[in-house]
């Protein structure tokens, strides 16, 4: 998936790096991270010799051995609450769950106990752990395996909830996580990990709670969450065609919440669509739509409009897999609308 | 002074110094509990509160054999492994009644204790969901190349989760330093153990896992602490965990709500007659290591620092409001103290 291609004639590779992929990107933050700190250690499932199910870790158990990349048995709530241990202990477990429908069986390991051991303990730990896996649907791959659970997650005060949408922002974003002494949901999407671009170098961050504007354009807000950026960009260019010119903000982390940049974008387009590919109840959409309204009541001209999944569990016939999930053209739906067309 | 006399390194007999320790910390845990029953009743204490009075030979047993930087987790019923551990009654007794001076700063309560200076790694409210933590904390032990154990404190009613089977695997596999240390008192929460499990020995369930296991008999103290020392021998030298399960009994419901209707007097009865204090005085006070008069002088200490711990406790200041949100997280991104996440208008 991830051949290299050779650098173009001429090219300086200092100056123009290649794209990364951003499964690569993912890699690339551990490894440097694993180089910088000795606490920095991979835990998960088929993460060392198989290199991960999606290949994220790959390299990692030839360079580092196995006592920092560690393959476990399938026993997620066990080897999540030993990272949490471990965390608690002051390493810094990046842990890998296989895909994020597996998480549910550690549940209460990342709720009852990454969320709180540095609250109800007074403050005595802090509890550095990363989780990342990744989710979403679009493979057929039917109810079980195909949930996003933004919402469940950003619904925890204790947790950190990050999701970002492309390369630059997949690595940056994973070293501030390894760096943050406190527990990170790190939520990657199956369908972006081949997705290239330009990455970031050793000492660049991107620092979690701020929001990053992916176009610019002064009709309509579309604040739309991990892959879903994508796709809101795909409906702009659409829209663009009729002349309606959106704004396109990816939040990238969900907790903390960035809701300047959004407010912001808002208060100057007066109308406002929101985009997520999880279940439209409690999601991280309706709660996106209630910042908005409390903070921009008075400058808005039209509903707010919300764009998720079907209120369904995921079917695996691929025309309704479609149907279920959000396409560009229901973001167009949804803008036209707010802007009564 | 050899390595093994070392405060650092339990002897393998103990000395007279250790034995009177183990004496006074069982009286102290008892009469703890008692006044923190006492309290409850006063409602000076709310939520739940679970107390451990006739698990003392097993919680004091069980710690003494470890050395004092050794991590150890917790279940709710865990007054008895913080004061085993040396925090202070006053702390405590002050984390029961909410208060700022609590060991928790007031946040945890009587089901989440937590002395981290002391390597006491909490007391948690979810059955079983502790097990995996001790296991993480002898991960890093390992991955430190440090020579400490971790002891998985647990009662028989976490054997029937699935995650202590995945945690003893892991450490199993790996040979984590770990020793897994389950206190049978018989009942989860109004369940008989023979309801709820189908193999009642509750330490075989380590030979599924290659694991070296042991039933001790948790009413008596000396027998809890051989056990352990050499369950954590096993850890810190050959790298095994090993599964120890001391059979005991908590006289009291399983917490101050249950009014405990179900259990037959006679068993109970059984239990008490065989009461760990009085069984381990008697052995002290035959061995010559206890006297009538230092039996009595132990007992007025301990009744002074439960009186003061009470005191403290009722006289410290309750946790200011503003402090709401302050330790969710270590590195917070909002200074708001309300915790909040709506901005405000």
């Known amino acids: 998936m991830t051949t290299e291609s050779a650098p173009a004639p001429g090219a300086s590779a200092a100056e123009e790096p290649r794209p990364v992929s951003y499964r690569e990107a993912l890699t690339q933050a551990m490894r440097e991270e694993m180089e910088r700190d000795p606490d920095v250690f991979v835990i998960g499932e088929d993460v060392g010799q198989y290199e991960g199910a999606f290949k994220v870790t790959r390299g990692l158990l030839r360079e580092f051995g196995e006592r920092r990349v560690v393959d476990t048995p399938i026993s997620e709530a066990g080897f999540v609450g030993l990272a949490i241990g471990a965390a608690m202990a002051g390493l810094r477990p990046v842990v890998e769950i296989m895909t994020v429908n597996f998480s549910i069986v550690a549940m209460d390991q990342i709720v009852n106990n990454a969320a709180k051991v540095r609250y109800m303990f007074g403050g005595q730990v802090a509890c550095p752990v990363v989780i990342r896996m990744p989710g979403g649907a679009g493979h057929q791959l039917a109810a079980q395996h195909s949930h996003s659970l933004e919402a ?23 070293k501030s996580a390894i760096r943050d002494d406190d527990p990170v949901i790190f939520l990657e999407s199956e369908g972006l990990y081949a997705k290239k671009g330009p990455v970031g170098g050793e000492d660049e961050l991107v620092p979690l709670g701020r929001a990053a504007a992916r176009r610019a354009g002064s009709d309509c807000t579309v ?9 809101a960009l795909a409906a702009a260019e659409e829209l663009a065609k009729e002349g309606i010119e959106c704004e396109v903000i990816d939040p990238r982390s969900l907790r903390p919440l960035d809701m300047d940049t959004p407010a912001e974008s808002v208060k100057r387009t007066n109308r406002a669509v929101v985009v997520e590919e ?13 910042r908005i309204y409390e903070q921009c009541f008075d400058w808005l001209d039209a509903p707010i409009g919300r764009v998720s999944a079907a209120d369904v569990p995921m079917p695996y016939a691929k025309n309704l ?10 973001v167009a739906v949804a803008v036209r609308r707010a802007l009564g067309r | 002074m050899t390595e093994t006399d070392s405060p650092l390194s339990p002897p393998e007999r103990p000395d007279a110094e250790l034995m009177l320790w183990m004496f006074e910390t069982m009286v102290l845990i008892r009469r703890f509990e008692e006044r923190a029953a006492e309290e409850y009743m006063k409602g000076n204490i709310g939520g739940f509160l679970h107390l451990a009075i006739g698990e003392e030979a097993a919680v004091v047993g069980s710690i003494a054999a470890l050395r004092p930087t050794d991590p150890i987790t917790s279940t709710y019923r865990e007054h008895g492994q913080a004061l085993a551990r040396g925090s202070e009654p006053g702390a405590v007794m002050a984390e029961l009644f909410g208060r700022s001076t609590g060991v928790c700063g007031g946040l945890g309560g009587s089901m989440h204790l937590m002395d981290a200076e002391r390597h006491f790694y909490g007391g948690y409210g979810i059955v079983g969901g502790s097990i995996p933590l001790a296991v993480g904390l002898g991960f890093a032990v390992s991955y430190r190349e440090e020579d400490g154990v971790a002891m998985a404190m647990f009662g028989d009613g976490a054997v029937n989760q699935g995650v202590l089977a995945e945690s003893m695997n892991m450490a199993a596999l790996w040979e984590l330093p770990v020793v897994f240390f389950v206190l049978n008192n018989h009942y989860g929460m109004g369940t ?42 096993r850890a810190r030298e050959e790298g095994q965990p090993s599964m120890i399960e001391a059979r005991a009994y908590r006289y009291r419901g399983h917490s101050m709500s249950d009014p405990d209707t179900t259990r037959a007097g006679e068993e109970k009865e059984r239990w008490q007659a065989r009461d760990p204090l009085v069984t381990f005085e008697r052995v002290l006070l035959g061995e010559g290591t206890l006297t009538a008069e230092s039996a009595e002088a132990i007992r007025r200490r301990v009744e002074e620092r439960i009186e003061e711990a009470a005191r403290f406790a009722s ?31």
């Open chain 1, 152 to 174: 469940w997650y950003t619904h925890v005060p204790g947790l950190k909830v990050v999701a970002p949408a492309t390369p630059l922002d997949a690595k940056g974003l994973l």
């Open chain 1, 223 to 231: 604040v739309a969450v991990g892959r879903m950026v994508w796709i």
């Open chain 2, 192 to 233: 008989a153990i023979d309801r709820a499990s189908a193999e009642t020995d509750l330490f075989k369930r380590a030979e599924a896992f290659g694991m070296p296991a042991e039933q001790l008999d948790g009413m008596n103290v000396m027998a809890v602490y051989r056990g352990v020392l050499e369950a954590a021998r």
């Open chain 1, 321 to 330: 897999e479609r149907a279920a999930l959000p396409q560009a053209a229901d």
């Open chain 2, 315 to 345: 006289q410290s200041p309750e946790v200011p409001v503003e402090q709401l949100a302050r330790h969710v997280y270590a590195n917070p991104w909002s200074d708001d103290p309300t915790g909040s996440a709506v901005a405000p208008r």
């Open chain 1, 278 to 290: 999880g279940w439209p109840e409690c999601g991280v959409g309706a709660n996106l739509a209630a």
